[in-house]
């Protein structure tokens, strides 16, 4: 393999690597409750997904999210049943028995995607002596190596709620607008990621 083949391929990977599990969360919507609220002891996660793996990637890393804040939190997965409609009266008759104070769901709003143009550039000087020329040319040569690509971005909205359930009511809520250019679920872990910093400066945990 000669030397501008070795580089071409170490652009690639090098293009990989700065690609590969690319996302982006950011809060586009926030709204609390005006009312001073008790701030939540013990929290049912649901994450509603039509991807059971991701409900429940999602749910444990809000849980243990929320535990290194001090608050109690059950994965909904783990004791609701996915696979078929989720009655109010059912979800009622847990959370009252194991005395949960308040309902977190989150659901998807939208997803779009759209593709786009990327281009790397990389530019390249070595002594001349490497190549041609020894050391009475040129000193340096230059070259340089461009990859272009489409890349398939994947744009998801989500709706979060937290519901006390004392009233049954919302007492705060977040949109968020997550990029994902890969299928890692790592994405699940960073929007949890943003959404608790997102309680955390509202005072609401």
């Not at 090098?14 to 690319?22: E, Q, V």
């Not at 308040?102 to 939208?110: G, M």
């Not at 909205?157 to 890969?182: F, K, M, P, Q, S």
Request: net charge negative; hydrophobic share 40%; aromatic share 10%.
């Amino acid at each position: 393999m000669n030397y501008r083949s070795c580089l071409f391929l170490i652009t690639l990977f090098a293009l990989f690597l700065f690609t590969s599990g690319c996302t982006t969360t950011k809060i586009t919507g926030n709204w609390k409750v005006q009312d001073s609220i008790a701030k939540p002891q013990k929290i049912l996660i649901i994450g509603l997904s039509k991807n059971d793996a991701y409900s429940r990637i999602y749910e444990n890393s809000f849980v243990e999210s929320l535990e290194k804040m001090g608050v109690t939190a059950v994965p909904g997965y783990s004791v609701l049943d996915y696979t078929k409609t989720l009655e109010k009266d059912v979800i009622h008759e847990y959370v009252n028995r194991e005395k949960i104070d308040s309902i977190l769901v989150t659901r998807l709003l939208d997803e779009k995607t759209h593709s786009q143009r990327i281009a790397m550039i990389t530019d390249h000087l070595i002594p001349a002596g490497y190549t041609q020329g020894g050391w009475y040319g040129d000193y340096f040569t230059g070259h340089m190596n461009v990859v272009n690509y489409n890349q398939k971005v994947k744009i998801y909205y989500l709706e979060t709620n937290l519901y006390e359930v004392e009233g049954e009511e919302i007492v705060w809520l977040a949109i968020t607008r997550t990029e994902v250019i890969d299928r890692d679920p790592d994405h699940l872990k960073e929007v949890v990621d943003v959404l608790a910093e997102q309680l955390k400066k509202d005072n609401v945990m």
